[in-house]
C-alpha cells in the first residue's frame, strides 16, 4: 500500500541544535514528495516540495530536505533551530500512477525551547 | 486574497444530529479535497473531488457525504454525528493532482458529545 512513515514523533530541541526530521514512503513508483509545516492553532502550510531534478531542495524559514531515491526517504533539514519553529512537520507524498491523493504521515511534533 | 475559507472554526454537536461544513476557495482550482486530523494519526483523506460534479472517496469515507455543485464550493456533512467523529476537519485545493501542492484552509474542530 502507498504509505508514508515518519519515524520521530515528538522531538525535543534547544535553540541552535540542528534538526533532521525522517520521512520514508512506501515503493509505488515515481513521486512527488513535500514537507508541510503547521504552527500551533494554524492550518498547514508549504514547506517545500519536490518535483524532479536536483535532490536537495530548499525551502522558507531555513529549511531543506534531501530525495534519496535508493533509501525511499525525504528528510528534513535545518542546521539550527529557533524557538519559533516550534510545531508539528508532515512528510506527504504522491504517486504517478495516483495523483489525485496526498498521502501524508502521522506527523512529528518538534518543541524548541530557548 | 481569501484563498481557503471553512466554516465554521468551531462546533459542538449531540450524537445524532447533522450538520454541514463549507469550503469555499477562490483560486479557481479544479480539485478540493476533506481531511480529518486526529492525534498521532496526521491526516486521512475523507472525500475528495477533482471537478465540479464530481466527488470520489477517499481513506475513512463511512459516515460522510459530499457534494461539489459549484467548482467554488466543497461541503462535507455529516448525516447522524458519533463521537467518533469528533476531530478537526481541514480542506484543501489544488490545481491538479499532478502534486501543484495543496492550499489549506484553517480547520473546523469539531466535538461530538
Known amino acids: 500500500a502507498q504509505s508514508v512513515s515518519q519515524h520521530n514523533h515528538h522531538v525535543i530541541l534547544s535553540e541552535a541544535a540542528s534538526l533532521e526530521l525522517g520521512c520514508n514512503y512506501s515503493?509505488?513508483?515515481?513521486?512527488?514528495l513535500f514537507w508541510y509545516v503547521q504552527y500551533p492553532g494554524q492550518h498547514l502550510q508549504l514547506l517545500l516540495k519536490?518535483?524532479?531534478?536536483?535532490?536537495l531542495v530548499k525551502g522558507i524559514k531555513g529549511f531543506e530536505a534531501e530525495f534519496i531515491k535508493s533509501k525511499f526517504s525525504f528528510n528534513l533539514r535545518k542546521p539550527s533551530v529557533q524557538w519559533s519553529d516550534t510545531a508539528e512537520y508532515f512528510c506527504?507524498?504522491?504517486?504517478?500512477?495516483?495523483?489525485?491523493?496526498?498521502?501524508f504521515g502521522t506527523g512529528t511534533r518538534l518543541q524548541v525551547f530557548p | 486574497n481569501a484563498g481557503v475559507t471553512q466554516t465554521p472554526k468551531f462546533r459542538v454537536l449531540k450524537t445524532g444530529q447533522s450538520m454541514t461544513l463549507l469550503c469555499a476557495q477562490d483560486?479557481?482550482?479544479?480539485?478540493m479535497y476533506w481531511y480529518r486530523q486526529d492525534p498521532g494519526m496526521g491526516l486521512r483523506l475523507i472525500h475528495y473531488?477533482?471537478?465540479?460534479?464530481?466527488?470520489a472517496k477517499g481513506e475513512v469515507p463511512d459516515g460522510y457525504n459530499v457534494s461539489r455543485l459549484k467548482k467554488q464550493n466543497f461541503l462535507l456533512g455529516l448525516e447522524s454525528a458519533a463521537p467518533s467523529q469528533t476531530s478537526v476537519y481541514f480542506c484543501?485545493?489544488?490545481?491538479?493532482?499532478?502534486?501543484?501542492?495543496?492550499?489549506f484552509g484553517s480547520g473546523t474542530r469539531l466535538t461530538v458529545v
Open positions: 483560486m479557481n482550482h479544479e480539485y
Open positions: 473531488s477533482v471537478g465540479e460534479g464530481t466527488t
Open positions: 519536490y518535483f524532479s531534478g536536483d535532490p
Open positions: 484543501a485545493s489544488s490545481y491538479g493532482g499532478l502534486g501543484y501542492g495543496y492550499t
Open positions: 506527504a507524498v504522491t504517486y504517478s500512477n495516483n495523483t489525485d491523493k496526498l498521502i
Open positions: 515503493y509505488g513508483g515515481t513521486v512527488n
